[in-house]
T-cell receptor, first 111, second 113 residues
Framework: GEDVEQSLFLSVREGDSSVINCTYT??????LYWYKQEPGAGLQLLTY?????DMKQDQRLTVLLNKKDKHLSLRIADTQTGDSAIYFC???????????FGAGTRLAVHP | KAGVTQTPRYLIKTRGQQVTLSCSPI?????VSWYQQTPGQGLQFLFE???????NKGNFPGRFSGRQFSNSRSEMNVSTLELGDSALYLC????????????FGPGTRLTVL
């Protein structure tokens, strides 16, 4: 069935790198996404990766995809306090625009 | 380009009432999807509309319904509200080309008393 799993909490020091991990089940997913949600706000699309790619870099963000293990990760370089938020991994399922989300990883950045 | 807008931002209703939420997608986007976010169940897909037709549906009871107008604006309706319907309802719009990026609005916070 459709399922996306993420660890629930990550704490890092300001300036360090953060790595948020995600596993998914739908091998037919065409795209995989990372969204960020700040308190009281909607979801902000951070980046996405096409299923035939292994890696995508976008400024401080690096996405790695291991399709064999159905594992996705998001690395944030030089993490700042403004990066504190909940990060959601999502896969497309059943075609069209149905997204299946993980439970979200709360990233806490401390000085 | 203006983002996705949702109205109202906050709503308080009582059990048994019905509610209508509105979503205006990004100009040029023809697909609108709705999601429910709760602390217990997380983010769950409700349905998607494209060109005024429901194209995909999640596992929600028939009390949850929606529609889309010719200008791509969408509404969702929840009838006979239950306490468990209290949630943040998020709308996302997407263009029909490219990588299916979905852009979310700020959400409508519904509280059922």
């Amino acid at each position: 069935g459709e399922d996306v799993e993420q660890s629930l909490f990550l704490s890092v020091r300001e300036g360090d790198s953060s790595v948020i991990n995600c596993t998914y089940t739908d091998s037919s997913s065409t795209y995989l996404y990372w969204y960020k949600q700040e308190p009281g706000a909607g979801l902000q699309l951070l980046t996405y990766i096409f299923s035939n790619m292994d890696m995508k870099q976008d400024q401080r963000l690096t996405v790695l995809l291991n399709k064999k293990d159905k594992h996705l990760s998001l690395r944030i370089a030089d993490t700042q306090t403004g990066d504190s938020a909940i990060y959601f991994c999502a896969e497309t399922s059943g075609g069209y625009n149905k997204l299946i989300f993980g439970a979200g990883t709360r990233l806490a950045v401390h000085p | 380009k203006a983002g996705v807008t949702q109205t109202p931002r906050y709503l308080i209703k009582t059990r048994g009432q019905q509610v209508t939420l509105s979503c205006s997608p990004i100009s040029g986007h023809r697909s609108v999807s709705w999601y429910q976010q709760t602390p217990g169940q997380g983010l769950q897909f409700l349905f998607e509309y494209f060109s005024e037709t429901q194209r995909n549906k999640g596992n929600f009871p028939g009390r949850f319904s929606g529609r889309q107008f010719s200008n791509s604006r969408s509404e969702m309706n929840v009838s006979t509200l239950e306490l468990g319907d209290s949630a943040l309802y998020l709308c996302a719009s997407s263009s029909t080309s490219g990588n299916n990026e979905q852009f979310f609005g700020p959400g409508t916070r519904l509280t059922v008393l």
